[in-house]
């Protein structure tokens, strides 16, 4: 697990934040930052840029879930909750604001290490399957716009599917740019003229 990640420790209790950043140093994490009220959120995570974002909240609430998960950028950085208490509307609230770890029953020092790590395995997972969501989500996109632009070319030039493509292939490797770049600007060109 990576221990040069960054910290940001959001809790409210001198005390128990000093508690939190030694439990933090003790598993090996020594960029850890401290930050006492949720309303500068926004901005300790423009000055520290933390990897992390801990929160430690008695009893968040559904706009308090929804203003974390905007300004900690929760789907770009992994954001670990202990929370007291909670309903399931909360819980699928953290959920849906991205929040990769959801603590119920507070925050206990002897469990903040294997919720961090279990937290950002989750983050990488998640951020994995969205990639590779919108990996296939890029490739129909754009076989579809390839289908589209050798049905112009058959039309036009009354091609083959096979000869159609061949000849996107070959403009593309003449002007040496990608097939779907030459498809797209076919595409396009096609639109203005119709």
């Known amino acids: 697990m990576q221990q040069d ?9 001198p005390d128990k934040a000093r508690q939190i ?3 933090l140093k003790d598993g090996g994490w ?3 930052q401290a930050l006492a009220q949720i309303s500068g959120l926004e901005r300790a995570i423009r000055r520290h840029e933390p990897d992390i974002v801990l929160i430690d909240m008695a009893n968040p ?3 308090t879930l929804e203003h974390i998960s905007l300004v900690s950028d929760a789907k770009s950085r992994t954001v670990a909750m202990f929370v007291d208490q909670t309903d399931e509307d909360l819980t699928q609230a953290a959920v849906n604001a991205g929040v990769s770890a959801y603590v119920v029953d507070g925050l ?16 990488q997972m998640m951020r994995k399957m969205q990639s590779e969501l919108d990996a296939a989500k890029r ?3 754009d076989r579809k716009t390839l289908d589209r632009a050798k049905g112009i070319l058959m039309r036009q030039r009354n091609l083959s599917e096979d000869a159609a493509y ?7 490797m003449d002007q040496g740019r990608r097939v779907i770049d030459v498809a797209q600007a076919l595409v ?3 639109d203005l003229l119709s």
Do not use: G, H, N, Y
């Open 139 to 141: 490739a129909l996109e």
């Open 30 to 32: 020594t960029q850890v």
């Open 188 to 190: 396009t060109a096609a």
């Open 5 to 13: 990640l960054s910290i940001l420790v959001v809790e409210a209790d």
């Open 61 to 63: 609430d559904r706009d």
């Open 108 to 123: 206990q020092m002897t469990r903040i290490k294997p919720v961090i790590e279990t937290a950002i395995m989750r983050f």
């Open 166 to 172: 061949q000849l996107m292939r070959k403009t593309a």
């Open 21 to 23: 950043i030694d439990a």
